[in-house]
T-cell receptor, first 107, second 124 residues
Framework: DIQMTQSPSSLSASVGDRVTITCRASQSVSSYLNWYQQKPGKAPKLLIFAASSLLSGVPSRFSGSGSGTDFTLTISSLQPEDFATFYC?????????FGQGTRLEIK | QVQLQESGPGLVKPSETLSLTCAVSGGSMSSYYWSWIRQPPGKGLEWIGYIYYSGSANYNPSLKSRVTISLDTSKMQFSLKLRSVTAADTAVYYCAREIFGSGYYFGRRWFDPWGQGTLVTVSS
């Protein structure tokens, strides 16, 4: 199985901050990499697919980049509604696997 | 807009079979993959498996011996059966539509949307 490792596991930031979350794959996944946001008690929601494509309706302050084994999710200016847990997920090989999550908290 | 809704027992006894159904509304089941994903309390996400609208399925090897996913397009639903459950199978179970990219995105796959999730507890 492809292991997905996110860093950091948790992060404290303030409204207006620029935040970057990293996801590393144990082998190349090309651009078969997606990002999800999960708020407490809710289902995950897709933010970015194919490493860098923003889902329609997702605010443009979210962006994704990377290819191969190293990927980043960037939030350019944090808003109060962005505080949540973020997961990366590879769809290059079955079984699909997720990172352990990055919890973004208010400072 | 496609919506998914899980249903099924919230409590299952050890060694019995967990059975859940996902109802699909607002769109067609054709040409999509339909997945189950679970999340133990306070932990991360684990993909269980998918079924294609044609009926072919693919499972996570870690669960393959105990899992069956089936589809009923006439009822606009798909189902999960997980046999011989233990406490380790306690989790929120989500159903999700899996999109297979085309054109520039050919081969890429992602989950959207997800159901709201249903907590299944395994306990006697």
């Amino acid at each position: 199985d492809i292991q997905m490792t996110q860093s950091p596991s948790s992060l404290s930031a303030s409204v207006g901050d620029r935040v970057t979350i990293t996801c590393r794959a144990s082998q190349s996944v090309s651009s078969y990499l997606n990002w999800y946001q999960q708020k407490p008690g809710k289902a995950p929601k897709l933010l970015i697919f194919a490493a860098s494509s923003l889902l329609s309706g997702v605010p443009s302050r979210f962006s994704g980049s990377g290819s191969g084994t190293d990927f980043t999710l960037t939030i350019s200016s944090l808003q109060p509604e962005d505080f949540a847990t973020f997961y990366c997920q590879q769809s290059y090989n079955s079984p699909y696997t997720f990172g352990q999550g990055t919890r973004l908290e208010i400072k | 807009q496609v919506q998914l809704q899980e249903s099924g027992p919230g409590l299952v006894k050890p060694s019995e079979t967990l059975s859940l159904t996902c109802a699909v509304s607002g769109g067609s089941m054709s040409s999509y993959y339909w997945s189950w994903i679970r999340q133990p309390p306070g932990k991360g996400l684990e993909w269980i498996g998918y079924i294609y609208y044609s009926g072919s399925a693919n499972y996570n090897p870690s669960l393959k011996s105990r899992v069956t996913i089936s589809l009923d397009t006439s009822k606009m639903q798909f189902s999960l059966k997980l046999r011989s459950v233990t406490a380790a199978d306690t989790a929120v179970y989500y159903c999700a539509r899996e999109i297979f990219g085309s054109g520039y995105y050919f081969g890429r796959r992602w989950f959207d949307p997800w159901g709201q999730g249903t907590l299944v507890t395994v306990s006697s």
